[in-house]
């Protein structure tokens, strides 16, 4: 997806190296505390706030979070993505949810997974991530303003969550684990997405790619999507499907907007890119499928795009 971006690059935040360097990773020895290039499937947040005025008061609003945490009442809602999207109170809800999944409610616990996967690297270290943000925002440079705001709302959806909670790559694995063994499709195809499939075998990875086709879900569309990008390049598993190259990537999640996921300007999926990847479209109200579109897909791959979306949405039994 980067150097899919990269074509247009106008529509990146690239800063340059010695800038990143200055703001994002090395102050007073500490380590970086920049957004890495998540896999997309891991992305995750909701509407822009205004940035922080001041270091002081975004590293304030990151001291105090446990209890500045809005709790959401006693039961869970009932669309549990929606409350996600909602983007706040995300480590009370979070705390809620891994309370319905340990009573088996397999859609919470990979609802949980999403929270960890979005805010894992604010938790990492919630005060320089906030210093971070407000240097970022009082550098004036043209494309930060919508790096800082979709970061200020990692910072607020994220608020409680520190070091401490552990939210790494063994705790994502471990839950979605977890989530899988109670019949979660998404955690399942999160899995081979992150290389840790349930099983190795051809046969069961082409069979979960299938079972991802029939269901027509949109959370399991976008889980799937790295593992059918360039991760899935030469495997006889996945001969004849949409897989391979990063235009498949692009195709699985497009189709999971068109399917149902949130998608919108204001959308985690679009948050997310900008948070945790720096790529930020420069026109606040593009949603995912126009970015797309716009910035990762030639004039002449449109038609071809068109095509495998269209080849997923009407896809059973793993055959277009």
Known sequence: MLSLLARKPWYLLVLPAAVLLAVLGFRNGGGLHA???QEMAAAMNVPVAQVASSTGSASEGAVSGRERSAALGPGLPLDLRA???GGRGLFEYARQLRTAAAAGDAEAGWMVSRIYDYCGVYAMDPQGYALDSATLASMGLKDVPGLTAAREQVSQGCVG????????????LQQRRASAAAGSLAAEAALLSMGEPLRTDAEYRRGLVERVLNSQSPEAFLALSTAMGVAASGDDAYRGLVAGDQYAQLAWQLAACQLGLACGPDSALMTGYCANGGICSRDPEQDFETFV????VSRQGMEKMNELVSNLRRARGGKP
């Open 161 to 172: 969550f520190t070091a401490a909670d552990g939210l790494g790559h063994a705790l994502l």
């Open 35 to 37: 957004a890495d290039n």
């Open 293 to 296: 579109y716009d910035a990762a």
């Open 83 to 85: 409350a996600f999207e």
